[in-house]
Nanobody, 114 residues
Framework: QEQLKESGGGLVQAGGSLRLSCVASGVIFRLNTLGWYRQAPGKQRELVAHITSSSITNYADSVKGRFTISRDNAKNTVYLQMNNLKPEDTAVYYC????????WGQGTQVTVSS
C-alpha cells in the first residue's frame, strides 16, 4: 500500500528548469525524512537532496545553489525544483523515504540537452 510516485521529468535544454513532484501514500508523511536521488548510466545512485520532518535540508555539492527540495505535508508531496540544468544532471531521478524506513519510487527520467 505504501507508495511513492514521481512526476515532472522530461527533456530540457541546458540552462532550463524542471520541477519534480513525488506523492506519497500509505506512510506517516509528517514524520518522515524524504530525499531525491539520481542515477546516471554507468554510475551509482547518488544523493541529490534530503529534507527532514522539520524541513531541514541538505544538498549534494553538485546541485547546491541550483536545486531546491521542499515538502507540502498537507499534500503528502515532496518537490525538487531544478534550475540552471546542466547536461551532467541527466539521470533517472528517484524519490525516496529515508526514515523511518527506506522506500523508493520508480524514478523519472530527466534529460538535459547541450
Amino acid at each position: 500500500q505504501e507508495q511513492l510516485k514521481e512526476s515532472g521529468g522530461g527533456l530540457v535544454q541546458a540552462g532550463g528548469s524542471l520541477r519534480l513532484s513525488c506523492v506519497a501514500s500509505g506512510v506517516i508523511f509528517r514524520l518522515n525524512t524524504l530525499g531525491w536521488y539520481r542515477q546516471a548510466p554507468g554510475k551509482q545512485r547518488e544523493l541529490v537532496a534530503h529534507i527532514t520532518s522539520s524541513s531541514i535540508t541538505n544538498y549534494a555539492d553538485s546541485v547546491k545553489g541550483r536545486f531546491t527540495i521542499s515538502r507540502d505535508n498537507a499534500k503528502n508531496t515532496v518537490y525538487l525544483q531544478m534550475n540552471n540544468l546542466k547536461p551532467e544532471d541527466t539521470a533517472v531521478y528517484y524519490c525516496a523515504q529515508v526514515r523511518p524506513y527506506l522506500l523508493w519510487g520508480q524514478g523519472t527520467q530527466v534529460t538535459v540537452s547541450s
